[in-house]
């Protein structure tokens, strides 16, 4: 099985910063895409920016040149740097990962989400 484990949401206020950390744990021969997901109340859960096994990077528009993505093959484990928050990006944030298990089957890994709340 595979564990996703978060940290680092809280309560900030606009224009400061979070970080959240994330690891993956269990029987993990790889891992393909990893990156981060939110979904604010009401809405659909949505990509936030996601790092791929080779190091390249996607990002939704509405965070471009403000939060930052980087993952650590080997420990399995990916951050994002948010800056310049502004309430907007008030949500549940979800840890997510594309696991290639030991047994050579994929699964879709999902954290149990941390809370970022912009809010002065």
């Known amino acids: 099985q595979v564990q996703l484990v978060e940290s680092g949401g809280g309560l900030v206020q606009p224009c400061g910063s979070l970080r959240l950390s994330c690891a993956a744990s269990?029987?993990?021969?790889?891992?393909?895409?990893m990156g981060w997901y939110r979904q604010a109340p009401g809405k659909q859960r949505e990509l936030v920016a996601q790092v791929l096994e080779d190091s390249s990077t996607y990002y939704a528009d509405f965070v471009k040149g403000r939060f930052t993505v980087s993952r650590d093959n080997a420990k399995n484990t990916v951050v994002l740097q948010m800056n310049s928050l502004v309430p907007e990006d008030t949500a549940v944030y979800y840890c997510h990962a594309d696991v290639i298990l030991l047994s050579r089957s994929a699964l879709d890994a999902w954290g149990q989400g941390t809370q970022v709340t912009v809010s002065s």
């Open positions: 269990g029987t993990i021969f790889s891992i393909d895409a």
